[in-house]
């Protein structure tokens, strides 16, 4: 027992060892292999993809926006109403020449819809040269004076106009006209008591009183009242009623609502003051019952007012 062997360690007796950090090693290298690839792959699709979008761009410049054979030689402006054609390319700002494609049809439109006496723009490309705008100008019905300061201190009256909607909008300029003012035209029937802070180029006056008025003066426009008397005058200053002047030196009161039914009892009124020699000094349309009347002393019948010129129909374009 003495000269009995110990016994080996087995670490140090194992004749069969597992690589491992040799397969670790190899792992990580596919990996590494997997991830330049990768890398590889997507830097050289985002280098391919920006060479063609610097083609394509070259491309259509060259073929496209550069090209002389779609450069614009005519803009064809067509309106329905008063200003001229020169001016409103002006407005447009388009020059011959321009690239007919490359052209930004929405800013054309948005600086033209920009101007308050116009209401709506069409613009589109005629190939291979032509840019065609189609104009729908507003169309005023009323007037309102306002006061303002002039620059050495003193104070004149400025006159705004408003059509139906009852946008905003300066009388235009006799030189930007497709044809001079006619002096002999109507002119518009005046709204009094309107707040001259609502009164903003462009913008819309959206009191209950000034748009009731506005209705007002449309209605009676294509009512048989529009022959008989002058609508000189709409006063909107009381908040429930609307107090009208009219040429002939009647002072009629109409409610907020439903000016056509009024206007058709106004009517029958004068009608038979006119049988009788009547004229109307006042009368309260805004009264459902028992209308307050009142007739002017020893009047003589109102003859029809004098036939003027009317200012033109609006094309249609």
């Given at each position: 027992?003495?000269f009995k062997?110990?016994?080996?360690?087995?670490r140090?007796?194992?004749?069969?060892?597992?690589?491992?950090?040799?397969?670790?090693?190899?792992?990580?290298?596919t990996r590494?292999?997997?991830?330049?690839?990768?890398?590889?792959?997507?830097?050289?699709?985002?280098?391919?993809?920006?060479?063609?979008?610097?083609?394509?761009?070259?491309?259509?410049?060259?073929?496209?926006?550069?090209?002389?054979?779609?450069?614009?030689?005519?803009?064809?402006?067509q309106?329905?109403?008063?200003?001229?054609?020169?001016?409103l390319?002006?407005?447009a700002?388009?020059r011959?020449?321009?690239?007919?494609?490359?052209?930004?049809?929405?800013?054309?439109?948005?600086?033209?819809?920009?101007?308050?006496?116009?209401?709506?723009?069409?613009?589109e490309?005629?190939?291979p040269?032509?840019?065609?705008?189609?104009?729908?100008?507003?169309?005023?019905i009323?007037?309102?004076?306002?006061?303002?300061?002039?620059?050495?201190?003193?104070?004149?009256?400025a006159?705004?106009?408003?059509?139906?909607?009852?946008?905003?909008?300066?009388?235009?300029?006799?030189?930007?006209?497709?044809?001079?003012?006619?002096?002999?035209?109507?002119?518009?029937?005046?709204?009094?008591?309107?707040?001259?802070?609502?009164?903003?180029?462009?913008?819309?006056?959206?009191?209950p009183?000034?748009?009731?008025?506005?209705h007002?003066?449309?209605?009676?426009?294509?009512?048989?009242?529009?022959?008989?008397?002058?609508?000189?005058?709409?006063?909107?200053s009381?908040?429930?009623?609307?107090?009208?002047?009219?040429?002939?030196?009647?002072?009629?009161?109409?409610?907020?609502?439903?000016?056509?039914?009024?206007?058709?009892?106004?009517?029958?009124?004068?009608?038979?003051?006119?049988?009788?020699?009547?004229?109307?000094?006042?009368?309260?349309?805004?009264?459902?019952?028992?209308?307050?009347?009142?007739?002017?002393?020893?009047?003589?019948?109102?003859?029809?007012?004098?036939?003027?010129?009317?200012?033109?129909?609006k094309?249609?374009?």
């Amino acid at each position: 027992m003495w000269f009995k062997r110990k016994p080996k360690n087995r670490r140090l007796g194992r004749e069969q060892v597992l690589d491992v950090k040799l397969r670790s090693s190899q792992v990580r290298a596919t990996r590494a292999r997997l991830v330049a690839a990768a890398l590889g792959t997507t830097c050289a699709m985002v280098f391919g993809a920006y060479v063609l979008y610097r083609v394509g761009g070259w491309m259509l410049d060259r073929l496209i926006y550069e090209n002389q054979a779609f450069a614009i030689r005519q803009v064809d402006v067509q309106t329905d109403g008063v200003i001229s054609v020169d001016q409103l390319r002006r407005w447009a700002g388009v020059r011959p020449g321009e690239n007919l494609l490359a052209l930004d049809l929405a800013r054309v439109k948005r600086d033209l819809e920009m101007i308050p006496l116009i209401q709506f723009v069409s613009v589109e490309r005629i190939l291979p040269h032509t840019l065609r705008v189609l104009i729908t100008e507003r169309e005023p019905i009323a007037q309102v004076n306002v006061l303002r300061r002039r620059s050495d201190g003193g104070v004149e009256v400025a006159v705004c106009h408003l059509d139906a909607q009852g946008y905003v909008m300066m009388p235009l300029d006799p030189r930007q006209r497709e044809i001079p003012p006619n002096p002999l035209e109507d002119t518009l029937p005046v709204i009094g008591g309107v707040n001259a802070s609502e009164l903003r180029p462009g913008c819309r006056v959206d009191t209950p009183q000034v748009q009731a008025a506005l209705h007002l003066i449309g209605a009676f426009a294509e009512s048989p009242m529009a022959g008989l008397v002058d609508f000189k005058r709409v006063d909107v200053s009381a908040p429930e009623v609307l107090v009208v002047t009219t040429g002939q030196g009647s002072q009629v009161t109409f409610a907020l609502t439903d000016p056509e039914q009024q206007l058709r009892r106004w009517h029958a009124i004068f009608e038979r003051g006119q049988q009788s020699s009547n004229s109307i000094a006042s009368l309260d349309l805004a009264v459902t019952n028992n209308v307050p009347l009142r007739w002017l002393e020893a009047s003589a019948p109102v003859a029809p007012k004098p036939a003027k010129l009317s200012r033109p129909k609006k094309k249609h374009v």
